[in-house]
């Protein structure tokens, strides 16, 4: 099988969306060209950030004390079949992915399978390059309690969102509880989703593997098959 790969991941910059609405991601020249005096010239840059900025992994510990960090993750976790829930069409800022539309992919597209990575499109998204507008007083969409605990007891390994988090701070971090209480993890600000099919697809989660994270910044992929090219 030939695989298409799809960038699911925000470019990180000064400007992008935070939690606390302030600048979470620096980027700065520590040395430049013009430092070196030799014939070897260098651009070395020097990064401060938050752990949980752009799209990135919760782990476990992020919530729960003594939970799992980033680095107890190996890859082969990582690789997980995904299924795209597609609520864009009606969401609003304080829309939650209810039961009943888990049920109704479900009807239209079979079980979400054991070990899963549960995508949630809501087309939130299109906001990022507004970071004022993305995060809203932290009023987004996100994911009820019940389907939460309706897709754990469907044995999937993962959540992801396009937007600041499954919860709304309003509604308290019940999300987080349910997923990170059971060993799961959360992928937050997920990019591109209209571009992954609603089942048959994979992502990698590739964090970057910080010893005792509680979260970090990843590289998301999504890999769907490519159509085959007439001979």
């Not at 680095?71 to 829309?95: G, T």
């Not at 060993?183 to 209209?194: H, P, R, T, Y």
Request: hydrophobic share 40%; with cysteine.
């Amino acid at each position: 099988m030939i695989y298409k790969l799809i960038d699911l991941t925000h470019t990180l910059n000064s400007t992008i969306p935070t939690w606390n609405g302030g600048c979470g991601f620096n980027h700065d020249v520590h040395m430049d060209y013009s430092d070196f005096k030799g014939e070897y010239k260098f651009r070395v840059m020097k990064v401060k950030m938050h752990a949980g900025i752009g799209t990135h992994m919760d782990a476990p510990s992020h919530y729960i004390p003594g939970g799992k960090f980033i680095h107890d993750f190996d890859v082969n976790d990582l690789m997980l079949p995904c299924v795209v829930i597609d609520i864009s069409d009606k969401c609003h800022e304080r829309y939650s992915l209810s039961t009943q539309d888990v049920a109704d992919f479900e009807r239209n597209f079979g079980s979400i399978a054991k070990g899963a990575c549960v995508m949630v499109q809501t087309g939130w998204s299109k906001f990022w390059d507004e970071p004022l507008r993305y995060h809203n007083n932290h009023v987004f969409p996100s994911v009820s309690s019940e389907a939460a605990e309706l897709l754990v007891a469907r044995g999937v390994s993962a959540l992801g969102i396009d937007t600041l988090s499954p919860d709304r701070p309003e509604d308290g971090f019940k999300v987080h509880k349910t997923f990170l209480g059971g060993e799961k993890i959360i992928i937050e600000n997920v990019a591109n989703l209209d571009s992954m099919p609603p089942t048959g697809s994979f992502v990698m989660v590739l964090p970057i593997k910080i010893k005792d994270g509680t979260e970090a910044p990843v590289r998301l992929v999504g890999l769907t098959l490519k159509e085959k090219v007439p001979n």
